[in-house]
């Protein structure tokens, strides 16, 4: 690593803890070269080579979850149904599901009436212990069937197993890759990947061919990550980017730790966006206002961006 590098993170880290990292974000260290930014939230974007194209920020259904129950699963029906409504109908089409969410179910019967062409439904498997109620591990084809039936779907447009972290799951979850692979030549998903909670894990994901669309955490501030400090994440993602995966950011206020810290969302949006390498955004989503007001902060970051 050259001299002046190390100094760029030396600055970084340091303007991290006083609160003055914005200042930072278009520090090619960071951000990757590119033309002006679109500043539509809503604008459409490719995941890497995966051939999905979706918005720019997507609604995850994940928030809490575990054992197949979620904030939409214990909230009540009918507000859960609702809020989905409320992001189809301001735009929204990507719609982030997983067997460990219990969400499925909710999304069908809340988006039953859209267009479904218009929308991308992502799921994940669950292969590790714990997580689903079951002690059974059924291969991806059975699960991926089930998904499709509980969502009433033909066809899902990405799934990818869940939660990796091990540094060679793609030894370890061989068998599974390779029955998606088959799924994806009939037609029956349109891409597959991986979420990971690991580094390790990450530059698997970075070296496999395999892997079409990745979920990483990342944030400015190292809540919730691979790393407590975001800088040798944020090289892998570039990587990862520059390899033609699709890279979806998840964590970005830090599982819900910066949920009350305005200034830090609009950091941590600002640092996500401006890597020029994260796809899209997930954001799991609690009321109606959430979604509004990430809409404006989003495009709002989106404009700032382009002063830089």
Same mark, same amino acid.
């Given at each position: 690593?050259?001299?002046?590098?190390?100094?760029?993170?030396?600055?970084?880290?340091?303007?991290?803890s006083?609160?003055?990292?914005?200042v930072? +974000?278009?520090?090619?260290?960071?951000?990757?070269?590119?033309?002006s930014?679109?500043? %539509?939230?809503?604008?459409?974007?490719?995941?890497?080579?995966?051939?999905?194209? #979706?918005?720019?920020?997507?609604? $995850?259904? $994940?928030?809490?979850?575990?054992?197949?129950?979620?904030?939409? #699963?214990?909230?009540?029906?009918?507000?859960?149904?609702?809020?989905?409504?409320?992001?189809?109908?301001?735009?929204?089409? +990507? +719609?982030?599901?997983? %067997?460990?969410?219990?969400?499925?179910?909710?999304?069908?019967?809340?988006?039953?009436?859209?267009?479904?062409d218009?929308?991308?439904?992502?799921?994940?498997?669950?292969?590790?212990?714990?997580?689903?109620?079951?002690?059974?591990?059924?291969?991806?084809?059975?699960?991926?069937?089930?998904?499709?039936?509980?969502?009433?779907?033909?066809?899902?447009?990405?799934?990818?197993?869940?939660?990796?972290?091990?540094?060679?799951?793609?030894?370890?979850?061989?068998?599974?890759?390779?029955i998606?692979?088959?799924?994806?030549?009939?037609?029956?998903?349109?891409?597959?990947?991986?979420?990971v909670?690991?580094?390790?894990?990450?530059?698997d994901?970075?070296?496999?061919?395999?892997?079409?669309?990745?979920?990483?955490?990342?944030?400015?501030?190292?809540?919730?990550?691979?790393k407590? %400090?975001?800088?040798?994440?944020?090289?892998?993602?570039?990587?990862?980017?520059?390899? $033609?995966?699709?890279?979806?950011?998840?964590?970005?206020?830090?599982?819900?730790?910066?949920?009350?810290?305005?200034?830090?969302?609009?950091?941590?949006?600002?640092?996500?966006?401006?890597?020029?390498?994260?796809?899209?955004?997930?954001?799991?989503?609690?009321?109606?206002?959430?979604?509004?007001?990430?809409?404006?902060?989003?495009?709002?970051?989106?404009?700032?961006?382009?002063?830089?």
């Amino acid at each position: 690593m050259t001299n002046k590098l190390k100094m760029h993170r030396r600055n970084f880290v340091k303007a991290l803890s006083l609160g003055t990292a914005h200042v930072l +974000f278009s520090n090619p260290l960071y951000a990757s070269s590119g033309s002006s930014f679109a500043t %539509d939230p809503l604008q459409k974007v490719k995941l890497g080579k995966s051939g999905i194209e #979706t918005t720019m920020l997507g609604f $995850g259904t $994940g928030v809490h979850a575990g054992n197949r129950t979620s904030f939409l #699963t214990r909230q009540g029906k009918e507000k859960s149904l609702a809020l989905l409504r409320h992001a189809w109908d301001k735009g929204i089409r +990507f +719609f982030d599901c997983a %067997d460990t969410y219990g969400t499925h179910g909710f999304v069908n019967e809340a988006l039953a009436d859209m267009n479904r062409d218009e929308m991308t439904l992502s799921s994940k498997i669950w292969v590790r212990g714990g997580g689903i109620p079951e002690p059974e591990r059924p291969d991806a084809d059975i699960v991926v069937d089930r998904f499709r039936k509980e969502l009433d779907t033909d066809y899902l447009d990405l799934v990818q197993i869940h939660c990796m972290v091990e540094e060679n799951w793609t030894e370890t979850q061989k068998r599974q890759m390779d029955i998606l692979e088959n799924l994806k030549a009939k037609g029956i998903i349109r891409a597959h990947g991986v979420s990971v909670h690991s580094l390790e894990a990450m530059k698997d994901a970075l070296a496999s061919d395999w892997v079409d669309v990745i979920h990483v955490r990342i944030n400015p501030y190292g809540i919730a990550m691979d790393k407590p %400090d975001p800088e040798e994440v944020v090289e892998v993602i570039h990587q990862l980017h520059q390899s $033609g995966k699709g890279v979806i950011g998840m964590k970005l206020i830090g599982n819900g730790e910066l949920r009350d810290q305005s200034e830090k969302i609009d950091n941590a949006l600002r640092f996500v966006l401006g890597l020029r390498s994260v796809d899209m955004m997930i954001i799991g989503f609690e009321e109606n206002e959430q979604i509004d007001n990430y809409l404006s902060r989003t495009e709002t970051a989106l404009n700032d961006l382009n002063k830089t």
